[in-house]
Every structure is written in C-alpha cells, then in structure tokens.
T-cell receptor, first 112, second 113 residues
Framework: DSGVTQTPKHLITATGQRVTLRCSPRSGDLSVYWYQQSLDQGLQFLIQYYNGEERAKGNILERFSAQQFPDLHSELNLSSLELGDSALYFC???????????FGPGTRLTVL | QQPVQSPQAVILREGEDAVINCSSS?????VHWYRQKHGEAPVFLMI?????EQKGHEKISASFNEKKQQSSLYLTASQLSYSGTYFC??????????????FGQGTRLTINP
C-alpha cells in the first residue's frame, strides 16, 4: 500500500459524459501527478500540481482539467468523453523534490 | 520526442543479468525509471539528472550518459520479483522547472526459475 488513494476504482460511462476522478496523496506529500495508460497510447504524463499550483503540463487534452485543493487532494475532470478516453488513470504523489513518487492503484475508466 | 527503449522484451533465468536501454534524439535533463507488474500500478525506481551520474541500490542501478542522450538500467543477478515491464521517462533539457515527462514504449522482462 503506497498511501495514495484513488476513487473510484472503476468507472463505466457513455460518450459525451463528464466524470471526476479523485486522488488523495500520501500524508506530507505536496505534489500530485496524473498519468493516463492505454493500450494505444502507452503511459502518458498529463499534469503535475505542487501545493495547489500547476507545475508542469504534459499531453493533457483541452477536454480534461485538473486541480489541487487546499487539503492537497486532487481531482481530474474529463468531459465530452470519447471512446478513446478509455484507459487507466493513475495518480502519484511526492514531497515535490523529484526524488521519488508513489502511485495510487488507479481508476479504470471505460467509455461505451 | 518519445524515447526508444531496447530491447522490447527479454527473457532470463533467475540469477542472470539484464540491461535495458533508453535513448533520446534530443538533449535530456533527466531520466526516470519505473517498473510495472501486470495488473498493478507503476513503481518508481529512480531518477537520474544530467551530469552523467550513476545511481542505484543493491542489484538495480542505472547510468545516464548525457553526451549519448542515453540511459541504461542494470539488473544484476536477477530475481523472480524483477519480472515486469520497465518504462523510462525523459525530460528534455532547456525546460527549466517544468517536468514534462515522455515515456518510452516499455521493456517486458520475464525472469524464469
């Protein structure tokens, strides 16, 4: 158990819908990362937050947005969902110095 | 921009050594290594910053050759628990303070008894 929690574990929804994925970092970690993993695209870095501020942005679509709240939990919002958005979404956390990262168990999103 | 990993897959017997390479066509600021077992989340192994350093602990170590824009992951006297898919993630040089990781396609390592 890494100490990073993600909810929900599984999510099944339809095209065009909007969903929110939630991540709670390890106690004391200030940084949160979001990743997407699919068979087609492989592992992709989406976005990183540090203490509430966006620190780095990867291949995150305009239909996707994220934020980190004052209690340091983070949410990833996916809207106008397409079939190709079906993937595993991982959250990871770290203290923010880049020396280590701890991954949550992931949320499996299926878009029908 | 995606780094290229080689080999794509390797099968070893327990106790043998393995080397996994990660090459970029652009200058790198850092290289991150992860291992992922089937059905599980990735596990962070280590990060190497430009400067040609080598890092590691016990039987898993890595090097970063800045001039060749390449990193290698070394697994010595492999154990069954080393099986999984190994990913490298690279950050390009010149983008200070912004971590935009790009991952390789992965190397599947199978360790047999």
């Amino acid at each position: 158990d890494s100490g990073v929690t993600q909810t929900p574990k599984h999510l099944i929804t339809a095209t065009g819908q909007r969903v929110t994925l939630r991540c709670s970092p390890r106690s004391g970690d200030l940084s949160v990362y979001w990743y997407q993993q699919s068979l087609d695209q492989g592992l992709q870095f989406l976005i990183q937050y540090y203490n509430g501020e966006e620190r780095a942005k990867g291949n995150i679509l305009e239909r996707f947005s994220a934020q980190q709240f004052p209690d340091l939990h983070s949410e990833l919002n996916l809207s106008s969902l397409e079939l190709g958005d079906s993937a595993l979404y991982f959250c990871a956390s770290s203290v923010g110095d880049g020396t280590s990262e701890y991954f949550g168990p992931g949320t499996r999103l299926t878009v029908l | 921009q995606q780094p290229v990993q080689s080999p794509q897959a390797v099968i070893l017997r327990e106790g043998e050594d393995a080397v996994i390479n990660c090459s970029s066509s652009k200058a790198l600021y850092s290289v991150h290594w992860y291992r992922q077992k089937h059905g599980e989340a990735p596990v962070f192994l280590m990060i190497l910053l430009k400067g040609g350093e080598q890092k590691g602990h016990e039987k898993i170590s890595a090097s970063f050759n800045e001039k060749k824009q390449q990193s290698s992951l070394y697994l010595t006297a492999s154990q069954l628990s080393y099986s999984g898919t190994y990913f490298c993630g690279t950050e390009l040089a010149g983008i200070q303070g912004a971590q935009k990781l790009v991952f390789g396609q992965g190397t599947r390592l199978t360790i047999n008894p």
